[in-house]
């Protein structure tokens, strides 16, 4: 271990030696690159630093236990030194977890009502509401892209723009089937209904994170159906994208700016090239685990928020709280840490069985 966090110190010098480099500060792309490869390493490295003063310090104190005078002094401090000696060493494994690149992307962030009719509406709502309390919480930035309201209220789909630090990272998990269990606002006999709303959450790619040709594109505008009045009528918006070597289609008519449809059919085009290209990869990867949380399919049922109760269980991880009230009001800590922990161990075993 101790020759790989060496590794990486030298590493992190380097990096901070080109981060003086004017070539690599008048070229925004290469620095940008670099800056977060230093930024990721400073962690570990500040951490690795501490762990070499506490064995310096350890060393010292077993050379003075040797000095009766000295002796008791020196076992109070390894009655200190030990412990923290474990306990950086517990922290350096899980900074040593090969983190997804994917994790530090900022998203798209979509929100669908389900099976329930209005209740689903209205559930999507509250989701959309919790999950804004959430972001604000964490200081990340939100944009609106496209709604459509339910009859009744709540929200049939919401499309938002989610950008800060390390996003996908922190809300990948949510991706899949919400259920709640409850008494609908219109409900006349007072009995619990289940409803449901899916939740997804998109990466958001550039160009050159998938291996895309952009000669490779059709590109092609349309008009938008639905709801949406003259404009849907009268204005070429949509967009649709197709990757000729693939096949591969993607399209959007969520928003009414042609820009910002391009932008997301894109996404949604990159997303599914990714897919394409990661599950080859894996593939061709003996042994490789498939992550405790990571299918974030649609059809999975991933989490069930029960009113009578108070309660949320995830299914995944078999994880169930007794404080709804808390939770639907954006405090969905507890919940996302728990399934990083779930994540982590998962990695780490996969990791262990593969040396």
Avoid: W
Avoid at 128 to 156: A, P
Wanted: avoid cysteine; aromatic fraction near 6%.
């Amino acid at each position: 271990m101790l020759d790989k966090l060496g590794a990486i110190q030298d590493r992190y010098f380097y990096l901070e030696e080109q981060l003086s480099d004017p070539e690599v500060i008048t070229d925004m792309k290469r620095f940008k690159k670099i800056s977060k490869e230093y930024k990721d390493l400073k962690e570990i490295v500040d951490v690795y630093n501490v762990y070499k003063e506490t064995i310096g310090n350890i060393e010292t104190a077993n050379e003075m236990l040797a000095d009766a005078e000295m002796k008791e002094m020196a076992e109070m401090e390894l009655a200190e030194l030990n412990p923290k000696k474990t306990e950086l060493e517990e922290q350096i494994k899980i900074l040593l977890i090969p983190k997804d690149p994917e994790d530090s992307k900022d998203v798209i962030f979509e929100i669908r009502s389900g099976a329930g009719g209005d209740e689903a509406s209205i559930f999507a709502g509250d989701l959309y509401k919790m999950y804004m309390k959430y972001f604000d919480t964490k200081g990340l930035k939100t944009e609106v892209v496209s709604v459509n309201e339910g009859t009744v209220g709540g929200y049939n789909k919401i499309v938002l723009e989610i950008s800060g630090n390390d996003v996908y990272g922190l809300l990948k998990f949510e991706s899949g089937a919400h259920r709640v269990q409850r008494v609908p606002k219109t409900e006349s006999q007072g009995r619990v209904h289940t409803s449901a709303a899916t939740v997804v959450v998109m990466p958001k790619f550039e160009l050159e994170d998938v291996d895309i040709n952009k000669a490779d594109l059709k590109i092609d505008t349309y008009r938008a159906s639905g709801a949406g009045g003259q404009h849907v009528n009268k204005t070429e918006s949509a967009v649709r994208i197709t990757h000729l070597p693939t096949g591969v289609v993607a399209e959007s008519q969520d928003s009414r700016q042609q820009f910002k449809n391009r932008d997301i059919a894109m996404q949604r085009l990159s997303a599914k090239i990714h897919d394409i290209q990661r599950e080859k990869h894996e593939s061709e990867v003996s042994g490789q685990r498939k992550s405790l949380v990571g299918s974030g399919d649609r059809s999975d049922k991933i989490r069930t928020y029960n009113y009578p109760q108070n309660r949320v269980t995830d299914h995944r991880i078999n994880l169930t709280l007794y404080s709804l009230d808390k939770i639907i009001q954006g405090d969905i800590d507890e919940i996302v840490q728990a399934l990083q922990m779930a994540e982590n161990a998962d990695k780490m075993s996969a990791s262990e069985e593969m040396q």
